[in-house]
């Protein structure tokens, strides 16, 4: 079965560019959430979706970050317009919500370099 | 949720076990402990996770402490692709959905 896909795996822009993730979560899930790992902070929570919705997204740093989630299977975190701060992985999970105790399924990341 | 405490880092002969301990003493009865692993360049990856009782799975063993304020994650014959860094994290299995990741312990498999 396929995993989690992140796209793309590696991204390098200049600061003040829009720059996209995409995520396409695993089949079947119904929540998905995006993550940043920086040597700093580690790896913290920046939202996350239930049913398409976005549930909690108190992690997102500021407004620059936004983040969507048009269908059951495609996500996209947006970054307008980007600074080196924002340098980091960034990664994408899913699971299934529900009656019973689900792990969360993560992709492989985007590492993201802003210049 | 509760927060947990782990060694920075450890060792481990190939072969052996590997015996990974977390500390969560402000645990609440109705939290898990879960156990993820991030391989070098790659996504966390899920292990295992458990309530009171003692579980196993095809990669590790998680036994928790009768007061449930400690656990250890054991990988019962190390092979080098276990290298990684191991976050134990303490959630509430139902509402909200945050995984909070602390520090981790670094795993090292040596041959």
């Known amino acids: 079965d396929a995993g989690v896909i992140q796209s793309p795996r590696h991204e390098v822009t200049e600061m003040g560019q829009e720059v996209t993730l995409r995520c396409k979560p695993i089949s079947g899930h119904n929540s998905l959430f995006w993550y940043r790992q920086t040597m700093m902070r580690g790896l913290e929570l920046l939202i996350y979706?239930?049913?398409?919705?976005?549930?909690?997204d108190s992690g997102m740093p500021e407004d620059r970050f936004s983040a969507k989630m048009p269908n059951a299977s495609f996500s996209t975190l947006k970054i307008q317009p980007s600074e080196p701060r924002d340098s980091a992985v960034y990664f994408c999970a899913s699971n299934l919500q529900g009656a019973s105790n689900q792990p969360q399924h993560f992709g492989d990341g985007t590492r993201l370099s802003i210049l | 949720d509760a927060k947990t405490t782990q060694p920075p880092s450890m060792d481990c002969a190939e072969g052996r076990a590997a015996n990974l301990p977390c500390n969560h003493s402000?645990?609440?009865?109705?939290?898990?402990v879960y156990w993820y692993r991030q391989i070098h360049s790659q996504g966390p990856q899920y292990i295992i996770h458990g309530l009171k009782n003692n579980e196993t799975n095809e990669m590790a063993s998680l036994i928790i402490t009768e007061d449930r304020k400690s656990s250890t994650l054991i990988l019962p014959h190390a092979t080098l692709r276990d290298t990684a860094v191991y976050y134990c994290?303490?959630?509430?299995?139902?509402?909200?959905?945050?995984?909070?990741f602390g520090q981790g312990t670094r795993l090292t498999i040596n041959p």
């Open positions: 979706f239930n049913n398409n919705v976005p549930i909690d």
């Open positions: 402000t645990i609440s009865g109705n939290e898990y």
């Open positions: 994290i303490v959630r509430v299995a139902w509402g909200a959905q945050k995984l909070v």
